[in-house]
């Protein structure tokens, strides 16, 4: 067969497929780099969440730092005050990302697969339309406000009899309370049912219901004096449309110092070392204990948020024994670190027995508790 110049031999090398391959290579490793690119550009865009993870832990009955200076957590410098030993550890919780500075997808993404982070929406923590500085301010009330509210648990625990006042703070909008009720007022019973904190005010209007008037024995310039209010529903509770604070008058000074520190949770731990320290013998018995909650004057242990970062908090600090508030006990079931173990509280009371038992070595099977599941 006869070769002509211009009709390539089909055995000879092609240019024309020499010059496809190299294309269709640089084509595809072109659209490799863009697509690495593209993803790379996204894992580092913000993202709308925030990380939780573990905080600091502090021991009750330890020290803290202030200006280069330890100070005591609790000090009672004019009462009688006992050795203590072992740990009470208050547990915190950190967060990662601010409004506009929050973390990208590489962050979120190794945040999910870490046990002891959690990934929430950036509102839920920092919600619209609150600045920074009003929600740390708020934040520090509530820690100002749980502190004393957690003072005032202790000594009610302890038997000190003092005023606590449910003290009328200002009136809701479309308040049914408005006429009867001013700010400033002293909330002394509902039904005559004597109420010394807010969860006892709440409890006693959420009873009455919204059917009939709550008769209320309120203090006015210091004149008692009854009114009737009828409560109406929000949000599936009767309330009588009036924001509280408690006002205590203390028969002994206690100074809780923990600073840039914010919010209620460290309420019963607080309770707890005050107890400890006004008590002979050490509560703790050399045990280390963590826990968190909330807590009234009444004594009653309310619930709290990032419960299963504290948990690892209080695993990484040494941990045993973990004061869970009975109502969180269901986000602790699956989340229980080796090795701690996790027992559900209601009350100041409730806590202060089984850390006494804890001390005894007779607790464990003893209380309620909140299993690893």
């Not at 002509?4 to 010059?19: G, M, W």
């Not at 410098?77 to 601010?98: A, C, H, K, M, Q």
């Not at 205590?248 to 209620?264: A, S």
């Amino acid at each position: 067969m006869a070769l002509f110049a211009d009709e390539p031999s089909p055995h000879a090398p092609s240019s024309a497929r020499y010059e496809r391959r190299p294309l269709r290579e640089r084509i595809g490793w072109a659209s490799l780099t863009i697509a690495t690119a593209v993803a790379v550009v996204f894992a580092l865009l913000p993202t709308p969440y925030v990380i939780e993870r573990p905080g600091p832990v502090y021991d009750t009955l330890g020290t803290a730092d202030r200006d280069g200076e330890a100070v005591p957590l609790i000090e009672i410098p004019d009462e009688r005050t006992y050795p203590t030993d072992g740990e009470l550890n208050l547990l915190t919780v950190s967060v990662i990302g601010l409004p506009g500075q929050t973390p990208n997808w590489l962050e979120v993404l190794a945040a999910w697969m870490d046990r002891t982070r959690s990934v929430v929406p950036v509102e839920t923590v920092f919600p619209a339309g609150v600045s920074n500085e009003d929600r740390d301010a708020q934040n520090e009330a509530a820690m100002v406000d749980s502190q004393q509210d957690a003072i005032a648990a202790a000594l009610v625990e302890l038997g000190y009899d003092f005023p606590r006042d449910v003290t009328v703070a200002g009136l809701l909008d479309d308040s049914p309370a408005d006429g009867a009720i001013a700010e400033g007022d002293v909330i002394v019973s509902v039904n005559g049912q004597a109420v010394h904190s807010v969860d006892e005010l709440r409890g006693a209007v959420q009873e009455n219901g919204t059917d009939a008037a709550a008769s209320l024995v309120i203090v006015r310039d210091g004149v008692e004096q009854a009114v009737e209010v009828t409560p109406v529903d929000r949000g599936g509770t009767s309330v009588i449309g009036v924001g509280v604070r408690m006002r205590y008058e203390f028969p002994i000074d206690v100074e809780l110092q923990l600073d840039n520190v914010g919010g209620p949770s460290a309420g019963m731990m607080f309770a707890l070392g005050v107890v400890d320290k006004l008590t002979p013998g050490a509560m703790t018995g050399g045990e280390n204990v963590a826990g968190t909650g909330t807590i009234d004057s009444a004594g009653e242990v309310g619930p709290i948020g990032g419960i299963r970062q504290k948990l690892w908090g209080a695993s990484d600090a040494g941990a045993d024994w973990f004061l869970a508030p009975e109502a969180n006990c269901g986000e602790v079931v699956g989340h229980v670190p080796d090795g701690l173990e996790v027992f559900a509280v209601s009350t100041l009371e409730e806590a202060r027995t089984v850390v006494e038992d804890l001390a005894d070595g007779a607790v464990t099977g003893s209380y309620p508790s909140c299993t690893a599941g």
